[in-house]
């Protein structure tokens, strides 16, 4: 979940912008747009829209994906001092899928995920940092198999919008990689010609719609 970078999309009807002033970010310095300060308050992720994923290479030549149907989410941003946003999303392992049926029992089974005992995986947010325009650093814990390590990810507004039923949505692109080694997942297979067949290092992508969880009056 890096998040914040504006990229101009078609809108059904744009958030107009919050006063006359541009705000500044309280870490850095840098200075905001003026309309993220009409988004702040309590968000939660629109799944159907939504799809929180991974990719790792396999046998060094392919890259395989897949991604976790089942999670719950909070969010909270704050347009005006970013440094107080915050993200919370528990994930349901066994809702991985890869598209292969063998595949994901094999990834919820002991030698990855071990869903049995540990069932939820989790990202908890520490810190929010603003680096200018419309782009976010956001560092917290991820957990999986009972074992808590610091992320740091980037995160891209893309943009805002409310849609014909109501709902005030806001985009959001996040993307990190990490090692899965750190957190136990050190099964693999050595391949004859050198080089493993499943990557230690994991990219994360968190594409989200999120909604405002209070809707508009």
């Not at 991820?142 to 806001?170: C, K, N």
């Amino acid at each position: 979940m890096g998040i914040f970078s504006r990229r101009q999309t078609p809108t059904l009807e744009p958030v107009p912008a919050v006063g006359h002033h541009t705000p500044f970010s309280a870490t850095t310095g840098a200075a905001l747009d003026p309309a993220l300060r009409a988004l702040t308050g309590e968000w939660t992720i629109d799944r159907p829209h939504s799809r929180i994923g991974f990719s790792v290479r396999h046998a060094m030549v392919t890259t395989v994906r897949g991604a976790f149907g089942d999670y719950d989410s909070t969010l909270y941003f704050d347009g005006a001092r970013p440094s107080e946003s915050r993200a919370e999303i528990v994930i349901r392992v066994d809702s991985v899928d890869t598209g292969v049926e063998q595949r994901d029992a094999h990834l919820v089974g002991g030698d990855f995920f071990d869903a049995r005992r540990h069932p939820e995986m989790s990202f908890r947010s520490t810190s929010t940092v603003h680096e200018g325009g419309e782009t976010f650093r956001m560092a917290g814990e991820l957990t999986i198999r009972g074992v808590a390590r610091p992320v740091e990810l980037q995160l891209d507004y893309l943009g805002s919008v409310v849609d014909p039923f109501g709902f005030e949505r806001a985009g959001f692109d996040g993307t990190t990689t990490i090692d899965r080694t750190d957190w136990g997942l050190v099964y693999n297979q050595r391949l004859e010609t050198g080089g493993a067949m499943v990557s230690e290092k994991v990219r994360l992508q968190f594409d989200i719609s999120a909604i405002r969880a209070t809707p508009l009056e």
